[in-house]
């Protein structure tokens, strides 16, 4: 599975966009991209997948960059809710990956 | 909704035991995963099956061993405990289906070896 890397922590404003970026600059042509986030105190949750295409489902949307070597999660309007660690990994299927250290997104009032 | 249940939220044991964590989900899942998550280090995987009686090493298999006799249930055995086996242990399962990529976890152990 390619490495991703993340910024440790972000900071954003209750009802702004929250921006999670992601580099996977080594990805390989059948690795999709994946996001998950995780409560404190529980099993990570997934939130949403691609391959090439942006994606857009009821929690975020999914922007990943031509070339394959990024993509940021967008939360259009972020809540106290979701304060929470987000992971972005990369892999060809679900499951037989490694979660990395992710980023720890606050979400202030 | 999918549910995957894990048999103990806290679990405490001494050096040596053989410390077992359970799994369950009742989704009719093919998939099931163990990973331990450790600050730092993120989620590991330690073991993973596709099947019933089938299983495969992770990225840490070291020290831990699986069993899957029944489709909806996935152990870890951690045949000796050790100190440095003090983690937070997940459970996860997803459907075999080529098109569904999303693991549901449990909502973890956190296992304490003395």
């Known amino acids: 599975d390619a490495k991703t890397t993340q910024p440790p922590s972000m900071d954003c404003a209750e009802g702004r966009a929250a921006n999670l970026p992601c580099n996977h600059s080594?990805?390989?042509?059948?690795?999709?991209v994946y996001w998950y986030r995780q409560i404190h105190s529980q099993g990570p949750q997934y939130i949403i997948h691609?391959?090439?295409n942006n994606e857009t489902n009821e929690m975020a949307s999914l922007i990943i960059t031509e070339d394959r070597k990024s993509s940021t999660l967008i939360l259009p309007h972020a809540t106290l809710r979701d304060t929470a660690v987000y992971y972005c990994?990369?892999?060809?299927?679900?499951?037989?990956?490694?979660f990395g250290d992710g980023t720890t997104l606050t979400v202030k009032p | 909704d999918v549910k995957v249940t894990q048999s103990s939220r806290y679990l405490v044991k001494r050096t040596g035991e053989k410390v077992f964590l359970e799994c369950v989900q009742d989704?009719?899942?093919?998939?099931m995963f163990w990973y331990r998550q450790d600050p730092g280090l993120g989620l590991r995987l330690i073991y993973f099956?596709?099947?019933?009686?089938?299983?495969e090493k992770g990225d840490i298999p070291e020290g831990y061993s699986v069993s899957r006799e029944k489709k909806e249930r996935f152990s870890l055995i951690l045949e000796s405990a050790s100190t440095n086996q003090t983690s937070m242990y997940l459970c996860?399962?997803?459907?075999?289906?080529?098109?569904?990529?999303?693991?549901?976890f449990g909502p973890g152990t956190r296992l304490t070896v003395t």
């Open positions: 996860a399962s997803s459907d075999a289906d080529r098109y569904s990529y999303e693991q549901y």
């Open positions: 080594t990805i390989s042509g059948n690795e999709y």
């Open positions: 691609g391959l090439k």
């Open positions: 990994i990369s892999s060809p299927h679900a499951g037989k990956s490694t």
């Open positions: 989704m009719d899942h093919e998939n």
């Open positions: 099956s596709y099947d019933v009686k089938m299983k």
